[in-house]
C-alpha cells in the first residue's frame, strides 16, 4: 500500500512565500515522475510542476520564475517552493507521482489528499 502525504500549505499574503513537502511511503520499488497539481474552486486540476527520477522539470507558465520544484530521492519526497505569491494562486495543492511497486511492474499514478494554499491579504 502506498500514500502520499502533503504538508505546508496554509494562509499566506501575496507577495509570501510557502513551501510544500510530500513524502510517498510504503511498499515502494521505483518512482518516476513527481508532480503537483492544483484545483481552484469551479475549475479543472491542472499540473504546477514536474520532476524527473534524473532532475528535469517542467513547469506552468503562470508559474515560470516563482515556483520551484525539487526532490530527494533518498526519502522519497517532493517539494515545491512558492515564491511571490498571487492571490490566483489559491487553490488545493496535490501531490502526485507515478509508482511502481515491484519490480518490472507498470508505474501507477497516486494522489495526496490535497494541502489547502490560501493567498490573501
Known amino acids: 500500500q502506498v500514500q502520499l502525504v502533503e504538508s505546508g500549505g496554509g494562509l499566506v499574503q501575496p507577495g509570501g512565500s510557502l513551501r510544500l513537502s510530500c513524502a510517498a511511503s510504503?511498499?515502494?520499488?521505483?518512482?518516476?515522475?513527481m508532480g503537483w497539481y492544483r484545483q481552484a474552486p469551479g475549475k479543472e486540476r491542472d499540473l504546477v510542476a514536474a520532476?524527473?527520477?534524473?532532475?528535469?522539470?517542467n513547469y506552468a507558465d503562470s508559474v515560470k520564475g516563482r515556483f520551484s520544484i525539487s526532490r530527494d530521492n533518498t526519502k522519497n519526497t517532493v517539494y515545491l517552493q512558492m515564491n511571490s505569491l498571487k492571490p490566483e494562486d489559491t487553490a488545493v495543492y496535490y501531490c502526485n507521482a507515478d509508482i511502481r511497486v515491484y519490480f518490472s511492474g507498470p508505474y501507477y499514478p497516486y494522489w495526496g489528499q490535497g494541502t489547502q494554499v490560501t493567498v490573501s491579504s
Open positions: 520532476i524527473t527520477s534524473g532532475g528535469s522539470t
Open positions: 510504503g511498499t515502494i520499488f521505483s518512482i518516476n515522475v
